[in-house]
């Protein structure tokens, strides 16, 4: 009959309107600046650099080789490699990006630059408040700006972060037994096998 | 003081305030003194009504609605006011400027006219037309005008497609809503909204004698009250403004306080044809129960207004936007079948003499209709279920 239907659903509004002033769990709202929703591990939002240990320029990750860049489908990265050579997270010898700029208004957070880097030194971040009151130079973030520490990423990522410390570690296991194997010669640094330009 | 005086405190004052003026300035006066409360009160209950009913729609959602300007968002109202005067009043370059600056203000004016006619209160009305139904409906139908100008005059393509389906669907449904009201002006034998609401305010023991309170007078009611919320282009028929299909529809060319100016006019027309409602069929100021006439008239009106804003507010809450020809095909093919039942219907009751038997015919004359018309609108529709294959 016309009609029922209509009444049913008008009973359903007002069980939700009176409800809400009885049952305080039906409120699912989050007042947002004051209260925050928990952080999902899963969701990702715009790439940081990770740095090691404490020295935010000095421990990045980065060997700026290029592939984020070259691998960005809007190309939003833009990279200056160095002149000069410094010890990477493994202790080997390793250019280290001279800038490294990402114009996040251009920025799909498609997080390929991620899934291409060979070195871990690129993650995604989960900060989502990007509003800035300058258009032109606060959406250019500079290497300062996007440097983070592994921690952070430990705290946003726990599992991912985890995964990424162990394979390090070993790394720097595998370097640091090759380099107890072979004393005799003098330290001679690995060329040009993971930094191919 | 007697609840008679506190009844007709308005009254007594505006006579002893007329009572300083010279006769020569005494009809303007007493114009002015009746025309200034419903220009003060309607629009403050409009912005009460604002923030209310977006607190309602939150909690009808589980949300808690606006929570930050004052003490539980109860300022929002004059943010929303400041927010609309600083905002820049854009004018399209090859507009008609004449008649969109007019479109806004006509509408509003139309809302305010039909007060005229509405009694407030015992004694508390502007004036007493003997053609007072009549009246409300003809300037209610100025709506149609403002709202064809807005569209029109904003040489816009959307707008105009705008203003033609608001007018579409007006129009439509200005036929069943004068026709819901037709019964009681049968019932009443007068066209004068005062007279109406003094046949209501008589008793029988506790009971009153609501036009509601007969089986052509409730159909004629929820009649009156879908007819009402299309004219007020209220959801689920607010298919002019529809804001995720047409984007305003006739007023997607005004901003500012002109788009404030639209709103003002939507909501006051609702107020009006609610208090129209109040009057032909919920007894107007009159009480419900004879124990309770010493509560002041005008208190039981905004009561009973307040109770159908409510409604609407729960209304809206609660369905979806219909599509225009679902729209057309309930005012067409449900709405005005029903009405012309009703009409007929109120003239048998009017001939069977009083007791059981006019109940039970008038009711079944009602019913059987209804039914028998809603198994036939569904039977033609063919309903299935949808499989969507992306959102589960």
Redesign the interface.
């Known amino acids: 009959?016309?009609?029922a239907g209509?009444l049913k659903?008008?009973a359903?509004?007002?069980r939700?309107?009176l409800?809400?002033?009885v049952d305080k769990d039906?409120?699912?709202?989050v007042?947002f600046p004051e209260e925050r929703a928990p952080r999902i591990e899963a969701s990702r939002n715009f790439p940081f650099l990770v740095y090691d240990g404490t020295a935010k320029q000095e421990g990045l990750r980065c060997v700026s080789c290029l592939i984020c860049e070259k691998e960005c489908p809007p190309k939003c990265i833009f990279i200056e490699k160095s002149t000069d050579k410094k010890p990477d997270a493994t202790g080997k010898l390793q250019f280290y990006p001279a800038t490294f700029n990402i114009d996040i208004s251009v920025c799909m957070s498609c997080q390929i630059c991620v899934e291409v880097c060979p070195f871990n030194a690129i993650k995604m971040d989960v900060d989502f408040e990007l509003s800035t009151t300058d258009r032109f130079s606060d959406l250019l973030w500079n290497k300062e700006r996007l440097a983070k520490s592994n921690e952070y990423y430990r705290e946003i990522h726990p599992i991912e972060a985890a995964a990424v410390d162990a394979e390090l570690a070993e790394a720097r296991a595998r370097v640091a037994g090759a380099k107890a194997v072979t004393t005799s010669p003098p330290a001679q640094p690995s060329s040009g096998s993971s930094v191919e330009k | 003081m007697t609840p008679e005086t506190i009844d007709q405190i308005f009254v007594i004052s505006k006579h002893w305030l007329l009572g300083y003026m010279p006769t020569a300035l005494q009809p303007i006066g007493s114009a002015i003194l009746s025309v200034v409360p419903v220009l003060v009160v309607f629009p403050l209950l409009f912005a009460i009504t604002t923030v209310l009913e977006r607190k309602g729609l939150g909690r009808i959602q589980n949300r808690y609605g606006p929570n930050r300007v004052g003490p539980y968002g109860f300022w929002q109202p004059i943010a929303d006011g400041i927010k609309s005067l600083t905002k820049e009043d854009v004018v399209p370059r090859t507009a008609d400027q004449v008649v969109h600056f007019l479109a806004p203000l006509l509408l509003v004016l139309a809302a305010f006219l039909g007060y005229a006619v509405l009694p407030i209160g015992k004694n508390m009305v502007i004036t007493n037309l003997n053609a007072g139904v009549l009246f409300f409906f003809a300037v209610g139908s100025m709506v149609e005008l403002a709202v064809f100008m807005a569209g029109w005059s904003s040489r816009s393509k959307y707008s105009l497609l705008g203003a033609m389906r608001a007018v579409a669907q007006m129009i439509s449904y200005e036929v069943p809503l004068v026709l819901a009201a037709i019964v009681i002006i049968m019932a009443s034998g007068s066209l004068s909204t005062v007279a109406i609401v003094n046949m209501q305010a008589t008793y029988t023991g506790i009971w009153p004698h609501w036009f509601l309170f007969t089986p052509w007078g409730f159909a004629g009611f929820i009649l009156f009250m879908i007819a009402a919320t299309a004219e007020s282009n209220r959801a689920p028929f607010d298919l002019p403004e529809g804001e995720s299909e047409i984007i305003a529809g006739y007023y997607i060319e005004y901003s500012g306080f002109k788009f404030a100016l639209f709103f003002l006019g939507e909501y006051l027309g609702m107020f009006a044809t609610s208090g129209l409602a109040i009057t032909l069929f919920l007894g107007g100021w009159a009480a419900p129960f004879s124990f309770l006439t010493w509560i002041p008239s005008y208190i039981w009106f905004f009561l009973k207004l307040l109770t159908l804003i409510a409604v609407f507010i729960w209304v809206r809450g609660t369905f979806p936007r219909l599509r225009m020809d679902q729209l057309m095909g309930l005012a067409w093919k449900f709405m005005l079948p029903m009405t012309l039942l009703n009409i007929f219907t109120a003239g048998i009751w009017h001939f069977i003499p009083e007791g059981i038997l006019r109940w039970l015919v008038c009711s079944l004359l009602i019913v059987a209709p209804w039914i028998l018309l809603s198994r036939g609108l569904k039977q033609r529709k063919k309903l299935q279920v949808r499989t969507y294959r992306f959102a589960e």
């Open positions: 009959m016309l009609g209509i659903g008008l359903e509004t007002a939700n309107f409800g809400s002033y039906r409120l699912t709202t007042q």
